[in-house]
């Protein structure tokens, strides 16, 4: 199983940008889905993240900014980024935890490979 985020770019600042994160291979569920996200020199961070029934968590810099959401049929978690500012540039990761797999096997966790968010004039 892997996690495959899409829809990073560069985009001026107060644009506007859909991550979205969808697993390869047979997933039965995910309890917990979430974007974070590491800048050069920082430590990674939590975005946001959503339970299965949907219950949210945000960071205080993306309140108001940023909304994460989830199709559970699908396994994908979105974050819809808007006004965006040159502190969101990072690499932006998703992460699935407590993943059940065909094998009934419970998996802490997953990461994916990430994608970078730059936001410049």
């Known amino acids: 199983v892997q996690l495959v985020e899409s829809g990073g770019g560069l985009v001026q600042p107060g644009g506007s940008l859909n991550l979205s994160c969808a697993p390869t291979?047979?997933?039965?569920?995910?309890?917990?889905m979430g974007w974070y996200r590491q800048a050069p020199g920082k430590q990674r961070e939590l975005v946001a993240e959503?339970?299965?029934?949907?219950?949210?968590n945000y960071a205080d810099p993306v309140k108001g900014r940023f909304t994460i959401s989830r199709d559970n049929t699908k396994h994908t978690v979105y974050l819809q980024m808007n006004n965006l500012q040159s502190d969101d540039t990072a690499v932006y990761y998703c992460?699935?935890?407590?993943?059940?797999?065909?094998?009934?096997?419970?998996?802490?966790?997953?990461w994916g490979q990430g994608t970078q968010v730059t936001v410049s004039s």
């Open positions: 992460r699935a935890g407590d993943v059940v797999i065909a094998t009934l096997q419970i998996v802490p966790y997953y």
């Open positions: 959503i339970t299965r029934g949907s219950a949210t």
């Open positions: 291979g047979s997933i039965l569920s995910i309890d917990n």
